[in-house]
């Protein structure tokens, strides 16, 4: 059963997605380890937690897209999601910390010293294990979007109504952990990491496995992606977008698939934060910011929505002009690109880079095969075994 | 060191403080004996010539008594001279009121500490009763009610004989009254008539009075001190609430204000603008550029800076939005999601536009006279701008109602709503009804820029902070229905006020995002929502 969903699920565009994905994953760590700095391949340690970044983004769109593009739920939440996953993982760091702090409290991480607790508070119990905070990065994401889901299809909220709620949702979630007294740090979030599962988090060589694993993760997503809307529930998530209500009528109950794809959507979501915080070092309340979450959006419309390669690439593109030009001269003028960029995507570029191409290929893809088939039919006529498969 | 020498200092002083309190003080000589006082330099005896002074009926007893509460009495320890520097810089000596031309080196201020600037404020009270400057009676009452001092009542008696201003006598009865509350030799019954004037007086500083009523007085004047503060506390909290309602009003019109036009555009053309409030920004700004062109050259005019701002606003953000509409926006209908994305996109072009003409700071708008200050209803208080926000919220709903109902304009922008094919087929040319909604929808945004400039940060940032409140209000109201919108405003506007003083500023705030996303699942389509075909289109 497994290998058949496999085989079926990726065809030739997303193997080689795969592929290329892999060999980063492995050559990109093995050249920043082995070559020596001075070499003209080797990759230094900051680009390598630059480019982990954008992996853990790449996740995340493809996370959007798999419910924008084929179930057509365009949630502008999805960063929430996003946050909490890395949240869940900053507690385990903090844990981790133990009395190495500034203040040297064994149990208490330095904000909660700083704010005269005196003792844990009951969520932040088991977050020193590693275990319990990985599975905390699947359930509170998939936990939050199951309950918000289950409200929200149930009474067939949909459009741009959901969009406006998950926003609001993200938004009320940013002014909550923005408080101290919520035990997350406040503004300042959680950060001054030391180490994870025993490994220093600023050394090159956890830099490098966090990079591979960080590939790891979005290869394991696509094919999960991959493997949903290949397979007869796909398709139902597709019709669900096009004709909701048909859908319906036909006996399908809407709200169920639409819930299954938006809670496994937030659990990938919340695996994307998780391994972006190791990378980036730092977990605050500005990823709940709305702005975040649209943001997130345009990569996969840029990349192209429905393609789950093109969300990924997005992703990887606009986020390299980010730090690009965000880093020069043109610095004051990147919010015009990215704004522009919105504007002149929605109006020229509707299906995105992946899908335009797709869309251009196609027709020449398939006069190509037919020339193909044409030839080989002519090639199989002289040899007399061809005809009746023309008369198909 | 340095600590442990002013502290035995401050002991020292202490004693020598206690020790003249207890001693009576000498009796008053002439006025002269008494302001020498300050020369020596000692807080007990700047005390009793304080008393002195105040009570000496000298026509420069004011004069020295504010002096020396701005710290502008200087005195020579040599010559027992007391001198006052005047607002003005002219110097006279405090005693015979003679001008001097200038201080000698060893003249040194005359040093006050908290007790004697309660002593100073209370006399300068008793003083002030007789002043002919009513506002200046007015406060002296009020002053003398907080510090109740005993030997003011003959003062305090003799100005309430002479008033004839009702509320300063109204002042000054409620003064006498907690003098007598706190005289120790004064009759019960009294006592009783003083506590009936000030129960009706009702406020919290007639809460704090009663509160300090001790055990020491008899038991019927504590009981009727007791029931009149549970009565003043009942009719506190009755102001309370309705100065919470106030609020709530005061925010719902904020929100009403910044939620209309989207009402308008979202409902009539299904279109989610989230350059809404970048529109509104611009409004904003263009006030700040009118009256920067009014302060530099016609600063006469500055009072009718807003008169002048709001057409202006209306015709900017109104322009822009005409061009929005025909450039992107009329090529994304029946996309609303991508329409969402081309705004959104559009906003962050409009603030950094913004930001890189005018700066990331925030901009001085200033209020035109009419528009600051308060004046007191009852125990709240009710700021000029916020009432005119509300009077002008009102307003603006009305005329827009009464366009929508009674131009021909109006009527196409109701047909389009309804059902756009059938309008379509009617001979109503829907894509320019759409130019001109977006074109009203974002004018009045402008407008809205205007007021909120008034009591918001006029910076890039403005309308940010106002977009996801906006969609929370039309959403909630309804789409399509300009009542819904209003309710939905000032619900939410009240609800949050209300939570407020309950569940601090920020969680009332997730609350209330809480309860609207709880009840869009009871009601998607909002408190108001349209009915028939056109709901599915």
Not at chain 1, 200 to 221: D, K, P, Y
Not at chain 2, 168 to 186: M, N, T, V, Y
Not at chain 2, 243 to 272: D, E, P, R
Not at chain 2, 451 to 468: E, F, H, M, T
Request: hydrophobic content about 50%; proline content about 3%; glycine content about 10%.
């Amino acid at each position: 059963m497994t290998p058949h969903i496999l085989t079926r699920s990726l065809d030739r565009a997303a193997t080689s997605f795969i592929l290329i994905v892999a060999a980063f994953g492995v050559l990109i760590p093995l050249s920043n380890l082995l070559l020596l700095p001075g070499s003209v391949f080797h990759v230094p340690t900051y680009l390598v937690a630059l480019w982990g970044k954008y992996v853990c983004y790449a996740i995340l769109a493809l996370s959007i897209d798999l419910i924008w593009g084929y179930c057509g739920i365009l949630s502008l939440g999805h960063g929430a999601f996003f946050a909490l996953g890395g949240y869940a993982m900053g507690m385990y760091l903090m844990r981790q910390i133990g009395s190495r702090g500034v203040y040297g409290n064994p149990v208490l991480p330095d904000f909660m010293v700083f704010l005269n607790w005196d003792k844990l508070p009951w969520y932040w119990y088991g977050f020193d294990k590693f275990w319990f905070a990985a599975l905390m990065v699947l359930l509170v994401p998939g936990l939050l979007a199951f309950c918000f889901g289950w409200l929200a299809f149930r009474s067939r909220v949909t459009g741009v109504y959901l969009s406006i709620i998950t926003q609001a949702m993200t938004y009320a979630l940013l002014l909550g952990f923005f408080r101290n007294d919520f035990g997350f740090g406040g503004n300042n979030g959680l950060t001054d990491f030391k180490d994870i599962l025993g490994f220093n988090v600023q050394a090159e060589g956890t830099r490098c496995a966090l990079f591979l694993l960080s590939c790891l993760a979005l290869v394991i997503t696509f094919v999960i992606c991959r493997a949903v809307v290949t397979s007869k529930l796909g398709k139902v998530l597709i019709a669900v977008r096009d004709a909701e209500s048909r859908t319906r009528f036909l006996g399908y109950r809407v709200e169920s698939y639409k819930l299954f794809v938006f809670t496994l959507s937030a659990c990938m979501a919340g695996v994307a934060g998780a391994l972006y915080v190791p990378q980036v070092g730092i977990i605050n309340p500005s990823e709940f910011a709305p702005g975040n979450s649209i943001e997130a959006v345009i990569w996969v419309a840029v990349g192209g929505r429905g393609t789950l390669v093109g969300a990924a690439l997005g992703a990887f593109v606009v986020n390299y002009a980010k730090t690009f030009f965000t880093s020069g001269a043109l610095a004051p003028y990147w919010l015009f690109m990215l704004g522009a960029l919105f504007i002149l995507v929605t109006l020229l570029l509707p299906k995105g880079i992946v899908g335009t191409f797709n869309s251009w290929w196609e027709p020449r893809r398939v006069q190509r095969n037919s020339c193909i088939a044409a030839d080989e039919a002519s090639a199989a006529r002289e040899d007399g075994v061809g005809a009746p498969k023309m008369a198909e | 060191m340095l600590v442990h020498c002013s502290d035995r200092v401050r002991a020292l002083l202490l004693a020598v403080l206690l020790l003249t309190c207890l001693v009576v003080p000498a009796l008053a000589g002439p006025f002269e004996d008494s302001v020498a006082k300050f020369a020596n330099d000692d807080f007990s005896d700047t005390e009793a010539a304080i008393g002195e002074v105040a009570s000496s009926g000298n026509p420069l007893a004011s004069t020295i008594l504010s002096a020396l509460q701005d710290g502008r009495l200087s005195a020579d320890p040599d010559t027992k001279k007391i001198f006052v520097t005047r607002s003005d810089g002219k110097i006279i000596d405090a005693a015979t009121g003679a001008a001097v031309d200038k201080l000698s080196d060893n003249v040194a201020d005359v040093r006050v500490n908290n007790r004697l600037r309660r002593a100073i404020e209370a006399a300068l009270g008793g003083l002030t009763l007789l002043s002919s400057d009513p506002a200046k009676r007015l406060a002296a009452a009020q002053s003398v009610f907080k510090s109740h001092e005993e030997n003011l009542l003959p003062t305090v008696e003799s100005a309430l004989a002479k008033e004839t201003n009702k509320s300063i006598k109204q002042a000054l009865a409620e003064a006498r009254a907690a003098i007598i509350l706190f005289k120790s030799d004064a009759s019960d019954s009294d006592k009783l008539d003083a506590i009936a004037v000030i129960k009706a007086r009702g406020d919290q500083e007639a809460l704090a009075l009663l509160n300090d009523v001790g055990t020491d007085q008899p038991a019927l004047v504590t009981k009727a001190a007791s029931s009149a503060i549970s009565s003043i506390q009942s009719n506190l909290a009755m102001w309370s609430m309705v100065q919470n309602a106030w609020y709530g009003l005061s925010l719902g019109s904020v929100l009403l204000l910044a939620a209309i036009g989207l009402a308008i555009t979202f409902g009539v053309m299904g279109v989610i603008n989230m350059a809404h409030g970048e529109m509104v920004m611009l409004g904003a700004y263009t006030t700040f550029v009118v009256q920067e062109m009014i302060r530099t050259r016609y600063p006469a005019l500055f009072d009718y800076s807003l008169l002048i701002a709001v057409p202006l606003a209306f015709l900017v953000a109104g322009a822009i939005g005409v061009v929005i509409e025909r450039t992107i926006i009329r090529f994304l209908y029946g996309r609303p999601l991508e329409t969402l994305l081309a705004t959104w996109g559009l906003s962050l072009v409009l603030q950094q536009a913004v930001r890189t003409m005018f700066g990331p700071t925030n901009r001085e708008v200033g209020n035109p006279s009419w528009m600051s200050g308060a004046f007191e209803l009852g125990q709240i208080t009710i700021t000029y701008n916020r009432l005119w926000i509300l009077c002008f919220t009102l307003a603006v709903f009305a005329i827009l109602l009464a366009m929508l109902r009674y131009t021909a304009l109006g009527l196409e922008m109701r047909a389009v709503t309804q059902n756009r094919r059938m309008a379509a087929s009617m001979g109503i040319a829907t894509s320019r009804v759409d130019a001109l909604t977006f074109g009203l929808g974002s004018g009045i945004a402008g407008i809205a820029g205007v007021a909120l400039s008034q009591i918001d940060n006029v910076s890039p940032n403005l309308g940010q902070s106002y977009i996801i409140d906006s969609f929370m209000v039309v959403v909630f109201g309804g789409v399509g229905n300009l009542w819904g919108t209003l309710v939905g405003a000032f619900t939410l506007g009240i609800a949050n006020k209300f939570l407020e003083p309950v569940a601090g500023a920020v969680l009332g705030k997730i609350a209330i995002l809480v309860l609207i996303i709880l009840f869009i699942q009871k009601r998607p389509r909002g408190l108001f929502a349209l009915k028939g075909r056109a709901v599915e289109a």
